[in-house]
């Protein structure tokens, strides 16, 4: 089993920055994925930003050159920094886990407000 916490949302004006941080705890494998999704109200759950144990990312066009995602393999942890916020980056952000073939985990999610 896999459990995702996440910590760092909170309130902040447009322009500003926030670091979300994800730790995962239970068996963790090397070729698993970890990313950020978010929801808005009444929005479908989309992705910000994933990245695999080597490194690769990919980011949605929305967020490029604002957000950078990082991971930490050894402590199993995946951050996400995120600068010149805007009101429209409103949203629940969720920490993800993805394994291969089609197993995904999530955590309980952290509040994002970017005030305008």
């Known amino acids: 089993q896999v459990r995702l916490v996440e910590s760092g949302g909170g309130l902040v004006q447009a322009g500003g920055s926030l670091k979300l941080s994800c730790a995962a705890s239970?068996?963790?494998?090397?070729?698993?994925?970890m990313g950020w999704y978010r929801q808005a109200p009444g929005k479908q759950r989309e992705l910000v930003a994933r990245?695999?144990?080597?490194?690769?990312?990919n980011y949605a066009d929305l967020v490029k050159g604002r957000f950078t995602i990082s991971r930490d393999n050894a402590k199993n942890t995946v951050d996400l920094q995120m600068n010149s916020l805007k009101p429209e980056d409103t949203a629940v952000y969720y920490c993800?886990?993805?394994?291969?073939?089609?197993?995904?985990?999530w955590g309980q999610g952290t509040q994002v407000t970017v005030s305008s």
């Open positions: 993800n886990l993805a394994r291969l073939p089609t197993q995904y985990y």
């Open positions: 239970g068996v963790i494998f090397s070729s698993d994925a």
């Open positions: 990245i695999t144990s080597g490194g690769s990312t």
